[in-house]
């Protein structure tokens, strides 16, 4: 029986100290793994800021970068730079792929808007009739040709591409128009954002240049707007803020997200994944802002599923139709292109992750083993897991330290002399501890010898004073003054010990009651200063 008591049941060697404080690391959504998987890589060296990028719709969706008087072009694949042009008098502001991906358009700060031949990098057209620095220009989705534009004249423009003339100037805003974007569904509707705070939804077979179809104040200046896929709902970002509208229930604000400290610059949709069907679509808005940071919302849930921090304020994002890449430009002429791998992709499915997702790899994913198989019992030892099979792995041999292994064997004293000779305060801590939990640190004390008392006497001096250990290191200094009295009475070397232990003590005392008196003079001067604020 005896034995029996002996016996600590809940213990689990190595020992770990249990004062140690763990960090918390948040455990990683299927959702904010497949951003994760987007592999940064940097395309410096662009000379000026970068506030606009656009994706070809066509294959191979290359994407075009506006950055000071020039107007870059990047292959998909290697994220290179494979043409620059260079025609524009003034800084590139805004430039937009055709719905065929055969041309381009571009806009500078001169006002003027010109429409290049992709492969030849030809200008084919130069429309001029804003007065001021054209701020954003777009193509329809679903026409070929006629573009949108907005500037700082405070008009919006519908043009006539071949004629290279104006048919429509819309004139409600009262402010620098700053951006627009046309409906997924109707290539007669579109919606601009304006620094007056409204965005506006235009029709151009109303034709009533002064009248716009419908308005929402977005309660700050509008730096981005957006069509979402299904055409009836459109995002608007200004300010920390990036709000979602409701066009069918009359301009109805959805939800507010306002996970930006500093203004929104800048948003598009991303997908997760290919789209199988309309059904299982996974569209998400992205939005960047001068805070340096990325986020992804999940605008059917109201909630933001990933962000990301860049070192520098951002200032455009876009996402590839194929959801293979997505860049964002900043403003220090440096462009962050993510690359996502077809490898990873498979993976994901392989796992199971997130429903209506389907593989963006090119590569056919192998036929997985069944019980059923007639492989799947020819596997070799050398055979690799799978990720789905589960694994029956032999428990790795733990190296025990001496006092572990002293422990084991419950040989108390001689665990405690030997950790105490180790300088490790953490194991020190631990194996106390445990001696208080198999209620036999008393006894240990009681049973060591003068020499091996000073030790202990010296740990403690050294460390009942560190926070983290001093609930246990001081009661346990009064418990040996009172167990071992006659011992350090006569030994010379253990007064001089224990007058050590009671000059660090009172010292702790001293600077802890000078802290309290400078709380006590500060305080109040905190409170009188959060009063005038």
């Known amino acids: 029986m005896a034995a029996m008591e002996e016996i600590h049941v809940s213990k689990t060697y190595p020992l770990k100290p249990k004062l140690k404080p763990r960090p918390k690391t948040p455990s990683k959504t299927?959702?904010?793994?497949?951003?994760?998987?987007?592999?940064?890589?940097?395309?410096?060296?662009?000379?000026?800021?970068?506030?606009?990028?656009?994706?070809?719709?066509?294959?191979?969706?290359?994407?075009?970068?506006a950055h000071s008087a020039s107007l870059s072009l990047f292959s998909p694949q290697t994220l290179a730079a494979t043409h620059t042009i260079t025609s524009f008098s003034d800084v590139v502001s805004s430039t937009s792929f055709r719905s065929d991906g055969s041309l381009i358009a571009a806009s500078d700060l001169s006002g003027l808007i010109q429409v290049f031949d992709v492969k030849t990098r030809t200008p084919l057209r130069k429309l001029r009739s804003h007065t001021r620095p054209v701020r954003f220009v777009k193509y329809p989705v679903l026409d070929k040709l006629h573009v949108i534009s907005g500037g700082d004249d405070g008009l919006v423009k519908y043009w006539d591409v071949a004629g290279e003339n104006v048919i429509l100037n819309l004139k409600g805003h009262k402010d620098y128009v700053r951006c627009g974007d046309c409906s997924p569904v109707n290539f007669d509707s579109f919606v601009t954002g304006s620094y007056d705070h409204v965005v506006k939804l235009w029709d151009v077979r109303v034709g009533d240049e002064n009248r716009a179809v419908m308005e929402m104040n977005h309660g700050k200046p509008v730096e981005d707007v957006l069509f979402l896929p299904s055409g009836g709902l459109v995002a608007s970002a200004g300010g920390n803020s990036v709000k979602v509208w409701d066009l069918i229930g009359g301009g109805k604000l959805v939800y507010s997200m306002e996970s930006h400290n500093k203004t929104v610059t800048s948003i598009c949709v991303g997908r997760i994944g290919m789209e199988i069907d309309d059904e299982s679509m996974q569209n998400r808005i992205l939005s960047v802002g001068l805070d340096g940071y990325m986020k992804v919302f999940d605008y059917t849930n109201f909630k933001v599923t990933h962000s990301m921090r860049h070192p520098a304020p951002l200032l455009s994002v876009g996402f590839s139709p194929s959801c293979k890449v997505q860049v964002i430009g900043t403003s220090n002429g440096i462009i962050y292109a993510g690359k996502r791998k077809g490898k990873e992709a498979a993976e994901e499915i392989a796992l199971g992750g997130l429903p209506g997702f389907q593989s963006i790899s090119d590569e056919p994913l192998k036929r997985a083993l069944r019980p059923s198989f007639y492989r799947y019992f020819r596997r070799g030892q050398s055979e690799k897991p799978s990720e789905g099979d589960f694994l029956v792995m032999k428990p790795k041999k733990v190296k025990l330290a001496e006092h572990d292994r002293l422990l084991k064997k419950f040989r108390h004293k001689e665990a405690l002399v030997s950790v105490l000779g180790r300088n490790n305060p953490e194991n020190v801590v631990a194996v106390m501890e445990e001696l208080v939990a198999r209620r036999k640190l008393l006894k240990c004390i009681s049973n060591l010898e003068s020499e091996e008392l000073g030790p202990l006497l010296r740990f403690l001096q050294k460390y009942s004073t560190v926070p983290r250990y001093s609930s246990l290191l001081m009661g346990l200094a009064k418990k040996i003054v009172d167990i071992r009295a006659e011992d350090i009475r006569g030994s010379n070397e253990l007064k001089g010990l224990i007058r050590n232990l009671k000059s660090a003590v009172e010292e702790e005392i001293r600077i802890q009651q000078e802290l309290q008196e400078i709380q006590g003079i500060i305080s109040p001067l905190l409170k009188m200063a959060g009063r005038r604020l």
């Open 30 to 65: 299927p959702e904010s793994k497949y951003w994760s998987s987007f592999k940064n890589h940097e395309i410096p060296n662009l000379i000026s800021s970068v506030p606009s990028l656009a994706f070809s719709p066509a294959a191979p969706h290359r994407f075009a970068a």
